[in-house]
C-alpha cells in the first residue's frame, strides 16, 4: 500500500507552498539568459539510447550506471534523459537550427532522470536549467556564457558561489597528458576501483572524476592538465580569463575540475557553493564541447554551456537567506449568507476576477462564521458580508482583516475594485 501514498525514491512532489519560490527562480534565470540572446527551447523526456551513449560517453557513470533506460512497446531502447545538452543539439541538427544566425544561443529549463544514491542534493528526478551557444570557437563565447553563470547567481542573490574553472585542452593536448596520466595512475593499479582499472584503459581521464574516496586520494596527486596544453588552447585559456577579468568577474582556476560526462574541450567550469560545515555543493557546471555536433553526423561546430540544478540552487538560495518576492495573497473573500446572497458573491467574484481582482466566495455551504474563519486562515485582505439587507440596500460594508474601519461600497464590481485598488 506503501506505493501508493509515497513518491518513488529520490523524487519529490514540489508543493503549493513552494512553487512561489521555483517560479522566482525559474523565472529569473530564464529572463537573465534573456538579456544575453538565449530563447528557450523545449525537448521531449527521452530519447533514442545511443543519442546518450555517443555524447555523453559510455565510460561516464552516467552512462554506465544511472540511465534510466527501457524498451518500449515498440522494441526500441529508449532512455529517460539524464541531462540537456545532448537532446538540444540533436534538436539543432534535426530542424537545421546551425544553419541559421550563428551563434545560435538557447535555454531551457528542464526535468532530468539519474538514477543515483538519493541524499544530500542528488535526487533521481531533478531540474536543470542550462544554456546552450554554438558556432563560435573564440574565447569570448567561452567568457560571456560564464559571465552569464555569474550574472544568474548575482541576481539569485547568490555571492557566495565560486566560478571554478579548468581547461581540459583539446584532442591533441589531451594525447600528452593521458600518456602523463596512465604513467601515474600505472602505479596504484593494485589500489584502484575495479571501474577505474577499466578506465585507465579506455578513457584515463574518468578516473579522475571517480567517487570512490580511495581514488579520490590517489586523483589528488595525478599530474595537472594545465601544465599539458598547447600553444593554442593554453592561448585560448588566457583569453578567457582576461575577458572576465576585464568585466570584474571573479572565478578560481581549479585544474582538477574533469567534469562528469565525455564531451568536453577547452573551457570547462563549475559553480561550488562551500556549506558552513565544509560540504561542496556543485550547483551547476558546464564547458566547451567541440566534437559533439561532429559525433552526431553534424557539420564541425562547437557549442558551449552550461547548466544549473534547481534543487541544489533553491537549497542554496535558502540557506544563504536570499530574498524570495512575495506571493500576491487573496485581495477579497465575499462571505454570503442564504441562497441569493450566495449566488450574488459568485457573480460579484467572477465580474472581479476579470478586473484583476484575486477574489474568493464560498464553495462548500459554509456558515457565515466558518466562511470568516476560512477567510483568515488564507489570509484575505478583506471580505465582504452579503446578506438579505445588502442586497436590498445594493451596498455592503468592505472590512480590512488587518484591523480599521470598514468602509461602504456599492455592490458593483467595478465600484469594489474601485476601493481594493
Ligand atoms: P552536470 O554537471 O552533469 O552537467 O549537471 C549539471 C548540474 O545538475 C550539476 O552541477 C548539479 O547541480 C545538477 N545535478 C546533476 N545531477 C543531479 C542529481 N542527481 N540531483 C540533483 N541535481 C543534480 C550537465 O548536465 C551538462 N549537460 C551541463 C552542460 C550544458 N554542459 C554544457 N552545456
Known sequence: MAYLTTAPRGTKDILPAETPKWQHLESTLLSTARRYGFREIRIPTFEHTELFDRSVGDTTDVVQKEMYTFTDKGDRSVTLRPEGTAGIARAALE??????????KVSY???????EKPGSGRFREFHQFGVELYGSTAPAADSEILALAYDCLATLGLGSVVLEINSLGCKECRKAYVKALLEYFG??????CATCLERLDKNPLRVLDCKSPEDKKIA?????????????????????????????IPYLVEPTIVRGLDYYTRTVFELVHTAPTGERVVCGGGGRYGDLIQELGGPPTEGI???????????????????????PGCDL???SMGQAAGVRAFQLADQLRRQGVHAQCDLMGRSVKAQMKYANKISAKYVIVLGDDELAKEEAQLKPMQGGDPVPVALTAEAIARVLA
Open 187 to 192: 602505479q596504484y593499479r593494485d589500489r584502484l
Open 95 to 104: 530542424h537545421g537550427l546551425l544553419g541559421d544566425a550563428l551563434p545560435l
Open 220 to 248: 589528488a596527486g595525478a599530474p595537472s592538465i594545465l601544465d599539458y596544453l598547447c600553444d593554442d588552447c593554453n592561448a585560448h585559456f588566457q583569453e578567457v580569463k582576461a575577458r572576465l577579468d576585464a568585466a570584474g
Open 109 to 115: 529549463d528542464i526535468t532530468c532522470f539519474r538514477y
Open 305 to 327: 554551456g552550461f547548466a544549473m540544478g534547481l534543487e541544489r540552487l533553491l537549497s542554496t538560495m535558502i540557506a544563504e537567506g536570499c530574498a524570495f518576492p512575495e506571493e
Open 333 to 335: 473573500c465575499l462571505v
